[in-house]
């Protein structure tokens, strides 16, 4: 049997949504498989291997697991197969990822426009120093002009900045993929492990509570009841939370509600446990749960927002500045030269 490539996403987006699509139409799960494993390509090998999973006698949940889905979606999947609603629980599973995806994609085209303009101001200065400064300072040597130590000063410091831009660029590049490797190995996040600054552990709570609502909501969306769903949270997070989260297992089996139980293992903002305070009164925790979610997603939208229209302009500056002082090094010589022939 093939393996899966897990590594690319797309599949599992185009398989679920046309199995979706298949399922909604009231056809069971053996027969839409099937349909789609003849009409859709990219996900025909996705397809093939759930078939012979489901012939040789496993659950669907098990056959999604083995072709490379995550533990949250199987185990969603798996109480649609007890409850015998498949087809809403990969309806739900769609929506889910191309959530993610639509996410990941804001991620990226907010992204691209500051990473280009980073790259040019680097280009740009690269030229400067090792294309412009060089033949410049060689003009003016040829015309003795150039031979006062302050310039000679001036030119050297020029590409010795230019040096140090890729060193530094390579050493922060170096320095946040071994801090990427470590906060794998550990099972954390990388903004986990940059969190020194009380502005930084702010931003990190704010995307831990938008993740854990979100997974919270769309468990109690498919009727899992509340103290399972935090169980099985406690299964899929980052290994530093573990024991937080087996706390508040430990009061929620004491007869503690879950508001109350993430109060006191201070990981969620205090106005997300008044929402859930709010909503154990009102019977609708899986409402609140989503209200939650998308509320702290804007917030990381908005905040991200702010830093990039600090973020243009300041590096604008950082260029105009940095070209700024190249012409001036490069007229004061010349300047110089005018007023002697003068």
Known sequence: MRCVNTRNQKWRIDFIQDLDDVLRAGIDLTSALRSLQKINR??????NQCLMLLEEGQSFSL???????????????????????????????HRYLTQQ?????????????????????VVVIELIAFLVLPAFLGMYQ?????????IQVLFQAGKVIAWLIPIAIFLLGSG??????????????????????SSLRNISKIIDARDRFEKLSFLLQGGVD???????LAKIVPTEEKAKWLEVI???????????????IDRFPDMAIDVLELAQKTGDLQGACERLSAYYGRTI???SQRFFRMLEPTITIVLGVIVGGATVMIMIPMMDFVGKIA
């Open 101 to 121: 995806a639509q996410r990941k994609e804001k991620i990226i085209t907010t992204l691209l426009y500051p990473t280009l303009l980073a790259v040019m101001c």
């Open 250 to 264: 430990s009061w929620m089996e004491s007869g503690v509600e879950i508001a109350q139980a993430f109060r006191r």
């Open 142 to 150: 040829s015309l003795y002009v150039a031979k006062d130590s302050a």
């Open 176 to 197: 946040i993929f071994v801090l990427f490797l470590v906060s794998k190995r550990k099972g954390t996040t990388v903004l986990h492990g940059i969190t020194f600054h």
């Open 42 to 47: 990219s996900s025909f090998q996705a397809v």
């Open 301 to 303: 939208e908005r905040k």
């Open 226 to 232: 509340v103290l399972t769903a935090v169980k099985f």
């Open 63 to 93: 056959a999604l697991q083995q072709i490379g889905f995550s533990a949250l979606l199987c185990y969603f999947v798996q109480m649609g197969e007890q409850t015998g609603e498949i087809d809403l629980a990969v309806h739900r599973m």
